[in-house]
């Protein structure tokens, strides 16, 4: 079992920065792949970065250049460095992790609301 807990959500201004961090505790394994996800009302939960042990990154591509993930295998954990935050990055911020192996298990945090504000 897997436990993830998201924090850093909250309002900004447009052009605004936040860090979210993630913090995994329980039965992690390598290798896996973390990531965080979101999802705007009325909308599809969509990825927005993800990392893959070993270091390799995955984005989203509204938000290359804009945002930065980052990992900490050793403590299990994941940030993403938002900055120059627009309107339409508004939406609920889900970290999520992969165990990869014969079994492949999916885990997801309970969400943190971004609202960016015009």
């Known amino acids: 079992q897997v436990q993830l807990v998201e924090t850093g959500g909250g309002l900004v201004q447009a052009g605004g920065s936040l860090r979210l961090s993630c913090a995994a505790s329980?039965?992690?394994?390598?290798?896996?792949?973390m990531g965080w996800y979101r999802q705007a009302p009325g909308k599809q939960r969509e990825m927005v970065a993800t990392?893959?042990?070993?270091?390799?990154?995955n984005y989203q591509e509204s938000v290359k250049g804009r945002f930065t993930i980052s990992r900490d295998s050793g403590k299990n954990t994941v940030s993403l460095q938002m900055t120059s935050l627009k309107p339409e990055d508004t939406a609920v911020y889900y970290c999520?992790?992969?165990?990869?192996?014969?079994?492949?298990?999916?885990?997801w945090g309970r969400g943190t609301q971004v609202t960016v504000s015009s």
């Open positions: 999520n992790l992969v165990r990869i192996g014969p079994v492949v298990y999916d885990y």
């Open positions: 329980g039965s992690i394994f390598s290798p896996n792949t």
């Open positions: 990392v893959i042990t070993g270091g390799k990154t």
